[in-house]
């Protein structure tokens, strides 16, 4: 396989951003020709951002999987699409062919029609990094069900919101997952999560880790027992298959919940084949993959990074994925440079947050390591800081990798901004250029463009790309005001950004009420519902401040009516409290009691100050004549922690 649309050189690049200007329509049409449609699109583009709609290839019909898997089986089919690798290094590593996925994805097909999955149905996928995610997922795309996998840590009190929001159906889970030392128990999280649950109609379990658990008749069935029966179904006369559903360009492939400045987590929505054609062009063009290559992705795939790249950039590409199932960390800080090792890895995915925690465990980690499989390094996720760049630049990459700094959301389905490996320079801590077909600009908080170099702004996007998010399920008018509202005819992303004297960006955080804690987003608003679920709470208020490993904590201050000696218990409870309602990942790194919150007379809470305590800044507090009660401000500095 090679690839007509991979860009070799900086020229190149420059010819391929400025078509992809002039003339968008003809720059995406001839990249679209590379991929297996049903039928062609009738029009390339229609959009306007005020509803918002986009279409990209309208008329168009296709179906992901035969890009994913069935066309690379005649020059590929024997060739590993995934390689596995246990949480236990002593468990037996997997290796899935082309063939192999095709046959298992068929089965997942075939299984999930068997229970009366039908195009347009909601599944929920709650499950560990196992192959049988990868499975499940494709197993959907192939039968047009759309899936919805939700990441491993959350709690089943925000499974049940996102089952309800999402009106699913169907749940494929696992007994437990692995991860480290730990066992999570997954399948009793989601029996907790179906409490009061009327929807959901089946249960598909895949075994794990044997831990014991609960299965409710008629509602709960074993994966094994499922696929084998779908295994004699798909298979005759020696040959598998399982026919994939036509679907139209525009059909909805997933959703993928995430958090925004309001409480409740949005449904994202990504569509077939412009999600297709955006996460094979920046697979192929940011990390330069070649055919054979291992490309390691560290992400879950319970969220967005390990969709778009583990899991359809990659294949879609023919490529070699390799599915982690465990944590840098265990059995010792050296896992990942093992991994490399063992199956020679070209291309290390990463987030700057597992960098700066590598990095504290020291060089002992790394010595010995044999790290010259890799040819490129990228970081996703959050802004990378100049020491966290330098080190694994220096000691992971021994100075001959170039880093792809890749900046992207949720929202844009792949990496928007980011220099291409070893074709557009790196430059530590920017994330450099736009790939063809994005267009950012900076805008002042009036909307008035930000023109020129050298200078700051909040990062907007003009024109669409394949990528871009259609809609928040069930509700687009939230996707309209979340993000095409604040200034007319615009993508607005919340972030703040920079574009130096050269025209690099870099992407300095968000400028909105959500916090990047180790690349994850959560919302500071849906953290401080969860507190305030907490019985003695009466009121908090949430913001960010900066972290070492993290990049960002949590910091809570909380109102709290009870005596003072129950401080200690009532800072476990709420963190517990959090936990439950959404997931040990937002709990506060840190919580101070206060009597009162910085509000203005309008009671809104003055976060701005909130945020200037939380990080230190206690001496340069700014203007607070406008407070109700100025005096809270002095009482809060002194409690600091
Ligand atoms: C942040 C993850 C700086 C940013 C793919 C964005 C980054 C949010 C970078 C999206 C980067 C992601 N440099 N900041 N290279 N990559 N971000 O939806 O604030 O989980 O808005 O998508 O992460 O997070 P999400």
């Known amino acids: 396989m090679t690839y007509p649309y991979q860009i070799k050189t900086l020229q190149q690049y420059h010819g391929a951003y400025k078509l992809s200007e002039e003339n968008p329509e003809a720059f995406w049409a001839s990249i679209a020709d590379h991929f297996i449609w049903h039928k062609k699109w009738d029009k390339v583009l229609d959009w306007n951002f005020t509803e918002p709609k986009v279409e990209w290839f309208k008329g168009g019909q296709l179906n992901i999987t035969e890009n994913c898997i069935d066309r690379h089986l005649a020059t590929r089919g024997e060739e590993p699409a995934l390689i596995w690798e246990p949480n236990n290094p002593e468990e037996r590593t997997r290796v899935i062919t082309y063939n192999r996925l095709h046959k298992r994805v068929c089965q997942v097909a075939q299984m999930l029609t068997n229970l009366g999955v039908k195009k347009g149905d909601r599944v929920c996928i709650y499950m560990g990094m196992v192959p049988e995610l990868t499975y499940a997922i494709l197993g959907c795309a192939r039968i047009g069900a759309v899936h919805s996998v939700i990441f491993g840590g959350f709690s089943a009190q925000s499974i049940a919101d996102r089952l309800e929001d999402a009106k699913a159906e169907y749940i494929i889970t696992c007994d437990g997952a692995y991860r480290g030392n730990k066992d999570i128990p997954l399948k009793s999280v989601i029996d907790d999560a179906l409490i009061g649950n009327k929807?959901?109609?089946?249960?598909?379990?895949?075994?794990?880790?044997?831990?014991?658990?609960?299965?409710?008749?008629?509602?709960?069935?074993?994966?094994?027992?499922?696929?084998?029966?779908?295994?004699?179904?798909?298979?005759?006369?020696?040959?598998?298959?399982?026919?994939?559903?036509?679907?139209?360009?525009?059909?909805?492939?997933?959703?993928?919940?995430?958090?925004?400045?309001?409480?409740?987590?949005?449904?994202?929505?990504?569509?077939?084949?412009?999600?297709?054609?955006?996460?094979?062009?920046?697979?192929?063009?940011?990390?330069?993959?070649q055919p054979g290559q291992v490309h390691f992705c560290t992400a879950d795939i319970g969220w967005i990074t390990g969709h778009s790249y583990i899991v359809y950039g990659p294949l879609s590409a023919g490529g070699t994925s390799l599915m982690f199932e465990g944590i840098p960390t265990w059995p010792d800080a050296g896992r990942f440079w093992d991994i490399i090792d063992k199956h020679k890895v070209a291309i290390l995915y990463t987030a700057p947050t597992a960098i700066r925690s590598l990095m504290g465990f020291g060089l002992d980690y790394v010595k010995d390591k044999d790290l010259s499989s890799l040819k490129v390094l990228g970081s996703v996720g959050e802004p990378i800081n100049e020491e966290a760049w330098q080190w694994y630049f220096k000691n992971i990459g021994k100075e001959r990798c170039p880093i792809v700094d890749t900046w992207w959301q949720t929202e844009t389905g792949g990496i928007m901004i980011s220099n291409l490996a070893g074709v557009t320079p790196h430059k530590p801590v920017y994330a450099t250029l736009p790939l063809p077909g994005v267009h950012p600009i900076l805008v002042d908080e009036n909307g008035n463009e930000i023109t020129g170099n050298s200078v700051s702004g909040n990062l907007c996007i003009k024109h669409p790309w394949p990528g871009i998010i259609r809609t928040t399920y069930g509700d687009?008018?939230?996707?309209?005001?979340?993000?095409?509202?604040?200034?007319?005819?615009?993508?607005?992303?919340?972030?703040?950004?920079?574009?130096?004297?050269?025209?690099?960006?870099?992407?300095?955080?968000?400028?909105?009420?959500?916090?990047?804690?180790?690349?994850?987003?959560?919302?500071?608003?849906?953290?401080?519902?969860?507190?305030?679920?907490h019985s003695g709470v009466v009121e908090s208020a949430v913001v960010g401040y900066p972290h070492d490993i993290k990049g960002q904590g949590i910091y809570a201050y909380v109102i709290y009516e009870g005596s003072h000696h129950e401080e200690n218990l009532t800072r476990q409870d709420i963190l517990q409290t959090v936990s439950r309602i959404i997931g040990p990942i937002a709990k506060p790194d840190k919580i101070q009691f206060v009597t009162g919150l910085p509000?203005?007379?309008?009671?809104?809470?003055?976060?701005?100050?909130?945020?200037?305590?939380?990080?230190?800044?206690?001496?340069?507090?700014?203007?607070?004549?406008t407070l109700l009660d100025p005096n809270v401000v002095e009482e809060i500095i002194n409690g600091v922690i």
């Not at 004297?501 to 180790?518: A, Q």
């Not at 203005?600 to 100050?609: C, E, L, P, W």
């Open 199 to 289: 929807l959901v109609k089946k249960v598909i379990v895949y075994t794990r880790t044997r831990t014991p658990i609960s299965m409710i008749k008629g509602r709960d069935l074993w994966w094994e027992d499922e696929m084998e029966h779908a295994e004699q179904q798909v298979e005759k006369e020696g040959k598998v298959s399982f026919p994939a559903m036509p679907m139209e360009a525009e059909d909805p492939l997933f959703i993928l919940y995430t958090s925004g400045s309001t409480g409740k987590p949005k449904g994202v929505v990504h569509t077939v084949a412009g999600y297709m054609v955006w996460t094979t062009y920046t697979f192929v063009n940011v990390f330069q993959y």
């Open 599 to 625: 509000k203005t007379r309008s009671g809104k809470i003055m976060r701005r100050i909130l945020r200037k305590i939380a990080e230190g800044e206690t001496g340069n507090i700014g203007d607070i004549s």
């Open 476 to 533: 687009h008018e939230r996707c309209r005001t979340n993000y095409f509202s604040t200034y007319p005819n615009l993508y607005f992303t919340g972030d703040g950004c920079r574009r130096d004297e050269e025209g690099n960006y870099r992407i300095t955080g968000r400028v909105d009420d959500v916090l990047n804690v180790s690349g994850h987003r959560i919302g500071t608003a849906e953290v401080e519902n969860a507190i305030n679920m």
